[in-house]
């Protein structure tokens, strides 16, 4: 299903759960574990990208979301969107529903303020010793795991930064709650900070309309950021004062994204710079994420094209060649080279191509399969004019 299809019904399950429509449309898929170390069954959803099920060799990212029920939705639709747009990869979202916020989310009991708090270590052995080899038995994962949580959740997010920093590659912590037991979420993390030499992981810390104190607790952790950051530890922070504290987490896990990918969309401008030159900036770019980035299809797809544009067809049939080898089950790379072929009078590779190209959109259901019947038909016809000259 393409991306904005996905979009639209993502879209379209919040009207209906709002009472616009009787039908109801499920976005993802549900799963469930019974924790022994919570003593209690947990509830999760995942989103699975656009070409998990043809890409069946590839191997994605995992963003992991806190406070599930409220945050699935619109997180699996950015992140569909982006990937679309080709501002970050595609990454697989695996939102927790939550049962008990306040238990989980906290590394101490605070009875002079809230009851049942202290729960943070539990949560955070729920997470590494049970749902993350789950996610990862599962699905096609490729070990780069990201953590977001909003409000306590992001408070989650620092103690995990703080206390097991290796467990998750970048974290995203969206209006944390600061303010916890005498501010102990920033003293941890400076504490932390102050005896870790190195750490290659990513923070992106963001706060909405806060003023006073609240204002102040995050200006502080900012000010712990910029002292005590890590060798190689990248960290963003940015506040949001036209945006609440509930109203945040949209805009503000969007530009996380973006920021923690810095470097993954390739202008158009930069062709003229030739292949080589894009395969030394996704080198760069794997090396700042943290796991390998290879230049994805549709930049190699764009290359190709350009070639193409220039009248250099053996070039453009070669990377369009490449493009398949690197994605053998893309209907797309196959109609591309068909393409290049067309235009180079090599009409039986040309017909073999977009055949091929048929094959796979009809066994994945691919939502440019039409597309893909009429430019076979187009190349028979011409095909069959060019004999019979």
Sequence with gaps: MAAVERIVLMVLALWFHAGFAQAQITVGQTGSLHSTILDEDRGYRVSLPASYRWAEDRRYPVLFVLDGETHFLHTAACVDFLSAQEEIPECIVVAITSTVRIRDFTQTDWPSHWIGGGGAKNFREFLSRELIPRIERDFRTNGFRILSGHSAGGQFVLYALSSEPALFDAYIALS????????LPRRALEESLRRTDSLHAFLYFAWSDDYDQALADDLDVVATL???APRGFRWVGKGYPEETHG??????????????FAGFRYPGDLLPKGFAFAEKHFQEVSRTVGYDIPVPEAVINAFGYDALDRGDVEEAIALFKKNIDQNPNSANAFDSIADAYEQAGKWDEAKAAIARAVELAARYDHPNRDDFIRHREKLRTRSEAESAK
């Excluded at 944390?176 to 501010?183: A, E, I, K, V």
């Excluded at 109203?247 to 923690?260: E, F, H, N, T, V």
């Design 247 to 260: 109203s945040i987490p949209l805009l503000a896990q969007i530009d996380a994204l973006r920021r923690l």
């Design 226 to 228: 910029e002292a005590h």
């Design 176 to 183: 944390p709650s600061l303010d916890w037991d005498d501010r």
